[in-house]
């Protein structure tokens, strides 16, 4: 964990790294809902050049309903954002929001709701699945 998530750091290339945290997400039945590509964006929007960096935003179909079913609110915190970007030796970090982190860790929110905690907990370990998954060397380099 860092401050904004779970953090693992990957030797792959960056297109790889986000084909192989897109399949482990999808494996623990998480869906992509959005996938954002920040550097073309950068590039169209300012000029600037920039790193390889994706965010994807991915929900689990049944968390999605469990969720909506307790709070239809909470529907906004739903998606699970994951960035994916290139760093400067080859590797690839990879950095996954906790589910419905904005109130995830909230003392009083997880007591007034504690269903809502239930689903987040379930998720949560989930997300951990799902990055477990990722390999953390690329078949296309592993000697």
């Not at 169209?44 to 960096?53: A, C, P, S, W």
């Amino acid at each position: 964990m860092d401050d904004y998530g779970r953090r693992i750091v990957v030797d792959m290339p960056f297109e790889r790294a986000v084909m192989a945290v897109s399949r482990a997400l999808h494996e623990e039945n998480f869906h992509i809902i959005g996938r954002f590509d920040v550097r073309d964006h950068l590039k169209l929007t300012l000029g600037h050049e920039f790193r390889q960096y994706m965010l994807l935003q991915a929900c689990s179909s049944q968390a999605m309903l469990d969720v909506l079913l307790e709070d239809l609110a909470a529907g906004a915190t739903l998606p699970v954002t994951v960035a994916v970007y290139e760093l400067a030796d080859g590797e690839t970090a990879i950095v996954a929001g906790e589910p419905m982190g904005a109130v995830a860790s909230d003392l009083a929110w997880r007591a007034a709701l504690p269903a809502l905690a239930s689903i987040v907990d379930r998720e949560s370990r989930r997300l951990a699945r799902a990055l477990d998954r990722v390999p953390r060397v690329s078949t296309a380099t592993a000697a």
